[in-house]
């Protein structure tokens, strides 16, 4: 099993920054990709960025200048610096971890969600 714990999210004025943090735990023995995604209401889940065990970044051309993704391979642990924020971010954003466990079996594990809400 592996757990997902998020934090960071919380109430910004438009401008504002953010940073959030995905910790990942349990029977993990290799994570190969580390994301985030975002859902607004009534929308789909979106990607917003996701980061490779080799550092390969991909993002959405909507973050693009705006958000940066990294991770501490150690501490197995991804994070979203989000800059210059917008309404239009306004969502849940969500972790998503994609990897093997330690009987070599892959997996696939989602966040609680965490709620960033961009408002004066």
């Known amino acids: 099993q592996v757990q997902l714990v998020e934090s960071g999210g919380g109430l910004v004025q438009p401008g504002g920054s953010l940073r959030l943090s995905c910790a990942a735990s349990?029977?993990?023995?290799?994570?190969?990709?580390m994301g985030w995604y975002r859902q607004a209401p009534g929308n789909q889940r979106e990607l917003v960025a996701r980061i490779s065990s080799g550092g390969s970044i991909m993002s959405a051309a909507s973050v693009k200048g705006r958000f940066t993704i990294s991770r501490d391979s150690a501490k197995n642990t991804v994070y979203l610096q989000m800059h210059s924020l917008k309404p239009e971010d306004t969502a849940v954003y969500y972790c998503?971890?994609?990897?093997?466990?330690?009987?070599?079996?892959?997996?696939?594990?989602w966040g609680q969600g965490t709620q960033v809400t961009v408002s004066s």
């Open positions: 349990g029977s993990i023995f290799s994570i190969y990709s």
């Open positions: 998503n971890v994609l990897g093997s466990l330690s009987d070599y079996n892959p997996f696939e594990s």
